[in-house]
């Protein structure tokens, strides 16, 4: 069955950086776009970013533009996210996502696989 692991999460200080990477098993993963989300306490999923199947195009959600790198290694099935100058409100749990609409939409409702999740907390 399909599979999306994520890690690289933890608790950082406010301005420094990690990388997440979600690991994915079960499918032909160039065949999908993927999606990073996030969801903070008491709030509703947010979409951070997304990449089409080639890698050739990135999407990023306002608030993170500039700060957030998404790119992918086919060969290797896996996606990551880098985020640079973290900001307490990047604080959530962080999730990833595979859409078969290969250009990375970035609405929650176009992803059919999605990860368990990995917490990011940024402290000031």
């Known amino acids: 069955q399909v599979q999306l692991v994520e890690s690289g999460g933890g608790l950082v200080q406010a301005g420094d950086s990690l990388r997440l990477s979600c690991a994915a098993s079960?499918?032909?993963?160039?065949?999908?776009?993927m999606g990073w989300f996030r969801q903070a306490p008491g709030k509703e999923r947010d979409f951070v970013a997304a990449i089409n199947w080639s890698g050739y195009s990135t999407y990023y959600a306002d608030s993170v533009k500039g700060r957030f790198t998404c790119s992918r290694e086919n060969a290797k099935n896996t996606v990551y996210l880098q985020m640079n100058s973290l900001k307490p409100e990047d604080t959530a749990v962080y999730y990833c996502?595979?859409?078969?609409?290969?250009?990375?939409?970035?609405?929650?409702?176009?992803?059919?696989?999605w990860g368990q999740g990995t917490q990011v907390t940024v402290s000031s």
């Open positions: 079960g499918l032909t993963f160039s065949s999908y776009a």
């Open positions: 996502a595979a859409s078969t609409n290969r250009r990375g939409p970035n609405n929650s409702y176009e992803y059919d696989y």
